[in-house]
């Protein structure tokens, strides 16, 4: 049988080479985002059955509302793989571009796991995955980045626990990427940038495994540990490269 899956955020980055992959293995697709061309142009590009919804999800009680309308317009969902997120690190470090990063990647992901739980639940099964990141073990110099991808996979955590306490088969994965060749990496000379296209395979993969964490790319898993493991003052010195007080 087909599996159906939406991607919310699909028309850059990760979620655009996703749906590209996930259709080439004969997924049918469900694709949001904000910009409708780009939507329209990846939906015509593609060789696989898709439907559409253009969605902003900084404005979470519509974004939900929009997800609930492309749900009953697919009839059956299988995965629904939250991609759509933000980032600041502008060396003024305004308070709106710290806003937007949390209504992007804590309200409006909110709204959709929330969402996508109680389909999921009314269903009987069903399969949560959004992607995080290996940012999400320690504060760093963005810090509404980080802060708002550590919210990501305790959210993710708390949701298999519910699922877990109640007995309903729903699977979920936290994708931990480091960095992939997206315009969320920017600078010359990044450390283990991986070609977005190998970051989708491995994140269907991680998602057709049904594993509860990934990181992409596998290596990844060290520097995760090294993060977890160091004193705060030696991650400090090592990730920033220079003495704090």
């Not at 317009?73 to 305004?94: H, Y």
Request: aromatic share 8%.
């Amino acid at each position: 049988m087909l599996k159906n899956a939406i991607i919310i955020g699909a028309t850059s980055g990760i979620g655009r080479a996703l749906a590209i992959y996930m259709a080439q293995q004969g997924y049918v697709l469900g694709l949001t985002g904000r910009r409708e061309a780009l939507l329209s142009s990846l939906q015509h590009g593609i060789p696989s059955e898709t439907f559409t919804a253009v969605m902003d999800i900084s404005k979470p009680h519509d974004a939900a509302e929009k997800f609930e309308q492309l749900l009953n317009k697919m009839q059956r969902v299988d995965i629904v793989l939250i991609n759509a997120g933000t980032g600041s690190c502008e060396p003024e470090f305004p308070l709106r571009a710290e806003l937007d990063t949390v209504a992007v990647n804590v309200s409006g992901f909110t709204a959709i796991a929330n969402s996508a739980y109680h389909y999921f639940t009314k269903q009987g099964h069903g399969h949560i995955a959004a992607t995080s990141s290996i940012m999400a073990l320690r504060g760093g110099p963005c810090p509404s980045y980080n802060a708002s991808k550590a919210y990501m996979s305790n959210y993710l955590e708390g949701l298999y626990c519910r699922a877990y306490r109640a007995g309903i088969d729903i699977s979920i994965t936290d994708i931990r990427p480091g960095f992939v060749d997206t315009q969320m990496a920017k600078g010359d000379g990044i450390f283990w940038l991986a070609p977005v296209e190998k970051a989708a395979v491995q994140i269907l993969r991680a998602i057709e495994q049904k594993k509860r964490v990934a990181y992409i790319t596998k290596r990844w898993r060290l520097i995760a540990i090294l993060m977890q493991v160091l004193p705060f003052r030696a991650f400090v010195r090592l990730a920033l490269g220079k003495k704090g007080n």
